[in-house]
């Protein structure tokens, strides 16, 4: 939790998913057998998994907040709070969990669960956010259904002509569409993957190896996260930068465009001065 938020603090007051991982890596000094370490069920990272959750109850605890696509922000409260031990964070952050399951499971008339007795790798998927919780939902989508969702959200962002092709031996190219940006339109090969394992460089490369002569860039879409070697893959010097699109991304996209989500506040604007005040 603290290097957590030290590392959005560090960085300016925000930070990217994937600046965060790189910060929190480096403040703990991790050996390469922690970060590559692995649940056995799922095979997913260990370390990246718990850097995901200590945001998610971070934001619960309303010491961070993502309201900006793919960015996490430190709060006025969060920025109060980085004086706290870790020990006393954890408690913070324990008491607003409990707080957020207490409220949450009165609305489902279900019986509350302490974050004490919950493990962040197999909590219920009902306690965390939302983000965890359509997760969970993309992750249990029949393969077809999932590439229709993609296809959706592309077309949401200006791609037509959108072919599902999934040919095998194909180095994970699961289609192709053509992004239209005003004057200029770009031929884009794409890789849709309900992972919930880690996406790693060779995917990367396979993917740009089977993408030359072919599109003008690429985009991968996952359920998952990319390590930190996928990232400086995909936009490595001299090589075609690939688009990536991670879980919290896709979720974020999901939620924008309102593709089953319901958000069931109405939303006031105000200016907030302050806020540019502290920029």
Known sequence: LKPTLDSVNTLGGSASVEEIDEKVTEILQLSPEILEAKYPRSGAPIFLDRISWARSYLKI???????????????????????????????????????????YQKRKKEKPKAISEANPADVEIYLSTWEHRLLSVLKSMKA????????????????????????????????????????????????AKRWSSTVGPSVVRDFRGAMVGRADKGLIITTGAFTSEARKEATRDGAPAIDLVDGESLCQLIKDLKLGIHVRTLEEVEVDKAFFDRV
């Open 61 to 103: 605890a309303g010491l961070l907040n993502n309201a900006t696509r793919g960015v996490w922000v430190i709060t006025e409260a969060g920025r109060d709070a980085l004086e706290l031990s870790p020990a006393e964070l954890k408690r913070r952050v324990a008491d607003a969990f409990n707080e957020y399951n207490l409220q």
């Open 144 to 191: 077809d259904a999932f590439e229709r969702l993609c296809q959706r959200i592309m077309r949401e962002n200006g791609f037509v002509r959108i072919e599902v092709t999934g040919r095998p031996n194909d180095g994970g190219i699961d289609g192709i569409g053509i992004l239209r940006m005003n004057l200029v339109s770009f031929q884009v090969l794409f890789q």
